[in-house]
């Protein structure tokens, strides 16, 4: 996915964030059913991280 908007002219940067987005989403919805308490803590630490810019 990542390839194939670059080759269409999205920045980098830009498709870094769709595609952690993309994974911030999917990481919820599991633990949303799973109802995890780690893997909850540990989607808190990567949206923090994320929006920190590390």
């Known amino acids: 996915m990542g390839s194939g908007l670059c080759w269409t002219g999205m920045a980098v940067a830009d498709v870094f964030v769709l595609l952690g987005g ?10 949303a059913a799973g109802g995890g ?16 810019g590390k």
């Open 22 to 31: 993309c994974g911030a989403i999917g990481a919820a919805t599991f633990t």
């Open 37 to 52: 308490r780690r893997l909850a803590g540990a989607l808190a630490e990567a949206l923090l991280r994320t929006a920190a």
